[in-house]
Nanobody, 124 residues
Framework: QVQLVESGGGLVQAGGSLRLSCAAS????????MGWFRQAPGRERERVAG????????YYVDSVKGRFTISRDDAKNTMYLQMNSLTPDDTAVYYC?????????????????WGQGTQVTVSS
């Protein structure tokens, strides 16, 4: 069974940075697309970023382009999300997810494996 564990969340002031990590166990993440999602209170889960199994293709929602960077280290079986220039609108629980295909799924339903989430709070 695949297990994903997020870490790196916390409280940060606006303009600050955080680096989220997603450590996988039970299966290598190599060759499988991975993604980050977030959900703020009262809002639907939102796809934030995705990375293909090769690492050559990435996706970002418009609101984080130029500020967030998704990456993966298959040797460590870990995915990352570097978040810079954070704003209060980035406050949410962030989830990592693993697909079973090479290419980045468009929908959340394309990711069968999910972590428990890590809270990111950005104060103004």
């Amino acid at each position: 069974q695949v297990q994903l564990v997020e870490s790196g969340g916390g409280l940060v002031q606006a303009g600050g940075s955080l680096r989220l990590s997603c450590a996988a166990s039970g299966r290598t993440i190599g060759n499988y697309a991975m993604g980050w999602f977030r959900q703020a209170p009262g809002r639907e889960r939102e796809r934030v970023a995705g990375i293909s199994g090769s690492g050559r293709s990435t996706y970002y929602v418009d609101s984080v382009k130029g500020r967030f960077t998704i990456s993966r280290d298959d040797a460590k079986n870990t995915m990352y999300l570097q978040m810079n220039s954070l704003t209060p609108d980035d406050t949410a629980v962030y989830y990592c997810a693993s697909a079973t295909v090479l290419f980045i799924p468009v929908q959340a339903s394309g990711y069968p494996y999910w972590g428990q989430g890590t809270q990111v709070t950005v104060s103004s």
